[in-house]
């Protein structure tokens, strides 16, 4: 069975450009995360998407922003690139239903972003 | 406010014992989780705890205890290859969103 998948693995931008990251979550898993990790630091809560709605957004700007389509397949945008937005962008999957036995949130292997 | 403190690095030899600690106070809790995060690579998903306790997969295990908002990650039997940064992550109540702590970096030598 397919993980979660993201597109493209690396992409290089300049600044004021926009970035669009995409990402197609493991079959059955209708929300989707999105967590930045900028180097040498810890994961950061962006975005969390389920049934084609977005259900909660972290602490960043409104150039941040995405959706969800009706597969569930999801796309991250990032507007007017800045430097600081260079980093590792993870997306992540799980079951949209909370269980008592918890639904893990499973990874994708991130998209590089660099912002020159 | 919600904050997630794990120790910045440990270091330890190969076939021994090592105990990551983590500690939260979140809005809301839900369910602990560890990742592993080799350098360069997206985090792999190690464990869970949600009730109070002790849970052992392999090699690996993790306790709760919600009263002291507290958990600690036992790795056994060390290996060369467990060397990577663990996550310790906390399920936000009613947000459905994992928080995590900045990672502790292990170093494991022979």
């Known amino acids: 069975e397919a993980g979660v998948t993201q597109s493209p693995t690396h992409l290089i931008k300049t600044r004021g450009q926009q970035a669009t990251l995409r990402c197609s979550p493991i079959?059955?898993?209708?929300?989707v995360y999105w967590y930045q990790q900028a180097l040498g630091l810890g994961l950061q809560f962006l975005l969390w998407?389920?049934?084609?709605?977005?259900?909660n957004r972290g602490n960043f700007p409104p150039r941040f922003s995405g959706r969800q389509f009706p597969n569930y397949s999801s796309e991250l945008n990032v507007n007017a690139l800045e430097l600081e937005d260079s980093a590792l962008y993870l997306c992540?999957?799980?079951?949209?239903?909370?269980?008592?036995?918890?639904?893990?949130?499973?990874f994708g292997e991130g998209s590089w972003l660099t912002v020159v | 406010g919600q904050n997630i403190d794990q120790p910045t690095e440990m270091t330890a030899t190969e076939g021994a014992i090592v105990q990551i600690n983590c500690t939260y106070q979140?809005?809301?809790?839900?369910?602990l989780f560890w990742y592993q995060q080799h350098a360069g690579e997206a985090p792999t998903f190690l464990s869970y705890?949600?009730?109070?306790g002790l849970e052992e997969k392999g090699r690996f295990s993790s306790f709760l205890s919600r009263s002291k908002g507290y958990s600690y990650l036992l790795l056994k039997e060390l290996q060369m290859k467990d060397s990577a940064s663990y996550l310790c992550?906390?399920?936000?109540?009613?947000?459905?969103?994992?928080?995590f702590g900045a990672g502790t970096r292990l170093a494991v030598h022979p």
């Open positions: 979140t809005s809301g809790f839900n369910g």
């Open positions: 079959s059955g898993h209708t929300s």
């Open positions: 705890n949600v009730l109070d």
């Open positions: 998407y389920d049934e084609g709605e977005e259900r």
């Open positions: 992540a999957s799980s079951l949209g239903e909370w269980k008592l036995t918890g639904n893990t949130i499973y």
């Open positions: 992550a906390v399920r936000d109540g009613g947000y459905n969103k994992l928080i």
